[in-house]
């Protein structure tokens, strides 16, 4: 019985602690909180009951919303593209200074332009060699990668 009673004084606490830190912080710092404090609780306490604590990180997780709009940031695939061909065709006119400065500038060109046209896993992107996933069909680039 006292067990029973500890244990619903714990779910009490940690309520009460959540609704606190709602007040003052976004959802997902309180998740953040709450995960870490599971993780205390299963090294430090490890024959304690943690299935209030689960719920309520399950609760929060299925609940948090990002508290930023990313709409704002969000950009149509075709500026991308004319983005970096814009940076490949800069890249050509680019004088002085250090001579790998138009090979880095063309290589990010490219790489915006890449993931904006055929959206890869990073693993791939990052293993594309350029003559051997990149070939020049007449005027036309064509990409050989398979993901």
Same mark, same amino acid.
């Given at each position: 019985?006292?067990?029973? !009673? #500890?244990?619903? /004084? ?14 003052? !912080?976004?959802?997902? #710092?309180? &998740? ?14 490890? @024959? =304690?009951? =943690? @299935? ?5 990180? +399950?609760?929060? !997780?299925?609940?948090?919303?990002? /508290? ?15 983005? *970096?061909?814009?940076?490949? #065709? ?5 004088? *002085?200074?250090? $001579?790998? &400065? $138009?090979?880095?500038?063309? +290589? ?11 959206? =890869?896993?990073?693993?791939?992107? *990052? ?15 064509? /990409?050989?990668?398979?993901?």
């Amino acid at each position: 019985m006292a067990a029973d !009673a #500890a244990h619903a /004084t714990t779910i009490c606490t940690l309520r009460n602690n959540v609704g606190r830190l709602y007040g003052r !912080a976004s959802q997902f #710092a309180v &998740l953040g909180h709450i995960r870490d404090f599971h993780e205390y609780l299963r090294y430090a306490w490890r @024959a =304690l009951n =943690l @299935a209030h604590v689960k719920r309520a990180e +399950r609760s929060l !997780a299925w609940n948090a919303k990002p /508290t930023k709009n990313k709409q704002s940031s969000l950009r149509p695939s075709a500026d991308l593209v004319s983005l *970096g061909k814009n940076l490949m #065709a800069r890249s050509a006119n680019l004088k *002085g200074g250090d $001579p790998r &400065l $138009p090979l880095a500038q063309y +290589r990010e060109g490219s790489r915006i332009a890449l993931l904006a046209l055929r959206p =890869l896993h990073i693993r791939a992107f *990052g293993s594309i060699h350029l003559q051997d996933h990149l070939l020049q069909v007449g005027d036309v680039c064509k /990409t050989c990668v398979h993901h």
